[in-house]
Structure formats: structure tokens, C-alpha cells
Nanobody, 126 residues
């Protein structure tokens, strides 16, 4: 089983930046076996795909609302995936979750992921 722990959330003004981290661990776990994704969920809304990164890290994929503003990267030596968020907008306010998928290399829906973190709150003020 993989454990995922997000960090880096907080309060930021519109136009600002935040970097989220997600550290993965597990007893019989190989980080490079997993594609990693980021999702977010605002109050009263469904969980929304933000982006994903392939197992080795060469391929990234983003949803339209964040394309050009958010960047996903991973450090396989540190078992960590990052979400760099720039030009933040109030509508980016949500709880952000990282997730790991072992069966798919570019999963974009929650059901395709096997493990989830607990989430970290991001609040963007106007």
C-alpha cells in the first residue's frame, strides 16, 4: 500500500504562486511504477482533474482551466511529486489531492487512481 502526504497549501492573493508537494511512501513500493495525478475539490463541487505526470516523468497532461499556469513535476529519487501553481485565481480555491495510479500512465479520472492523499487546502483571495 502507498501512503501519500500533501503539503504546501495555504492562503495566497490572486496572481500569486504556491507549490504543493506530495511525498509517497510504502513498504514494498516503487515510485516509478506509478503515474501521479493532482485533483481538486471545491465546496459543493465534484472532484476535478488538474493534471497528471507519467511514471518516469516525461509526459504531463493538464486540464484546460490550469493549462499554462500550473506545472507538474516529479523527483523519483525523493518519491515526491510537485504542483507549481502560478497566476492563481480565486476560482482555484479548493482542497488539492494527489493520487497514484499503477495501471494507467495518463489517468484523468478519479476511478483510475489507486491511492489518495488526505488533501491540502488552497485559498486564493481576490
Amino acid at each position: 500500500q502507498v501512503q501519500l502526504v500533501e503539503s504546501g497549501g495555504g492562503l495566497v492573493q490572486a496572481g500569486g504562486s504556491l507549490r504543493l508537494s506530495c511525498a509517497a511512501s510504502g513498504r514494498t513500493f516503487s515510485f516509478t511504477n506509478y503515474a501521479m495525478g493532482w485533483f481538486r475539490q471545491a465546496p459543493g463541487k465534484e472532484r476535478e482533474f488538474v493534471g497528471s505526470i507519467s511514471r518516469v516523468g516525461g509526459i504531463t497532461y493538464y486540464s484546460n482551466p490550469v493549462k499554462g499556469r500550473f506545472t507538474i513535476s516529479r523527483d523519483n529519487a525523493k518519491n515526491t511529486v510537485y504542483l507549481q501553481m502560478d497566476s492563481l485565481k480565486p476560482e482555484d480555491t479548493a482542497v488539492y489531492y494527489c493520487a497514484a495510479a499503477v495501471r494507467f500512465n495518463r489517468p484523468t479520472t478519479p476511478i483510475l487512481y489507486d491511492c489518495w492523499g488526505q488533501g491540502t487546502q488552497v485559498t486564493v483571495s481576490s
